[in-house]
């Protein structure tokens, strides 16, 4: 079956670090992969999306690349602020981009001023 | 983006009672919306999809007589967690697929505190 692997937290960084969070998948076919960004108390938020090989998301400086040949999709960002302090979950979906979900274990991300 | 509304955002309720949450697409209609379930500091996990119109689809584990859903229309479906007990504690989230199934979205999620 289909299972993402993301890198343990927390990641505790200072502001204006860069933020690497690792996630590698296992699916069948041709997955499209994802990451989402829960803040505090909230639900989930897509953050950026990649539907096939070699694309790369990106969304409010947040960047992914899906790898098909190293089975990843790792989030980057060069330069944190406070207010990038959440969980982040990469995810992907194995039939349609909407259809269910398989997470990984989500990682939290502390930044400090 | 579309707009999905989940209440309540937090309930407390007492051992052996029942509670139902709710899950609206506010700008959209979505045949099939997703439940999940996220233990503290762990990932989400996906308990059912509901279909309107028809019977829930349960993942395996999951008691379908506990987690009753009902999706009885284009842009509302229902989670009641039945009996509820204290290792029902959790936080429930759902989610629907646009019309194209290309992206999904979802709502704030629910504190459910069984006391």
């Known amino acids: 079956g289909n299972s993402v692997t993301q890198m343990e937290g927390p990641v505790t960084l200072s502001e204006e670090a860069f933020l690497t969070i690792n996630c590698t998948y296992t699916?069948?076919?041709?997955?499209?992969l994802f990451w989402y960004v829960q803040y505090p108390g909230e639900g989930l938020q897509l953050l950026l999306k990649?539907?096939?090989?070699?694309d790369k998301g990106s969304n409010k400086g947040f960047e992914a690349t899906y790898r098909k040949e190293t089975t990843s999709f790792h989030l980057e960002k060069g330069s944190v602020q406070v207010s990038d302090s959440a969980v982040y979950f990469c995810a992907l979906s194995g039939v349609t981009a909407g259809n269910k979900l398989t997470f990984g274990g989500g990682t939290r991300v502390l930044v400090k001023p | 983006g579309a707009v999905v509304s989940q209440h309540p955002s937090r309930v407390i309720c007492k051992s052996g009672t029942s509670v139902k949450i709710e899950c609206r697409s506010l700008?959209?209609?979505?045949?099939?919306m997703f439940w999940y379930r996220q233990f503290p500091k762990q990932s989400l996990m996906l308990m059912a999809t509901?279909?309107?119109?028809?019977?829930?689809?349960?993942e395996q584990g999951v008691e379908k007589d506990k987690f009753l859903i009902n999706h009885a229309s284009l842009t509302l479906s229902t989670l009641t967690v039945t009996s509820a007990h204290p290792e029902d504690s959790s936080f429930y989230i759902c989610?629907?697929?646009?019309?194209?199934?290309?992206?999904?979205?979802f709502g704030q999620g629910t504190r459910l505190t069984v006391v």
């Open positions: 699916a069948t076919g041709y997955p499209s």
């Open positions: 509901s279909n309107e119109g028809s019977k829930a689809t349960y």
């Open positions: 989610s629907a697929p646009d019309r194209g199934m290309t992206e999904a979205f």
């Open positions: 700008d959209f209609q979505a045949t099939t």
């Open positions: 990649a539907t096939k090989a070699d």
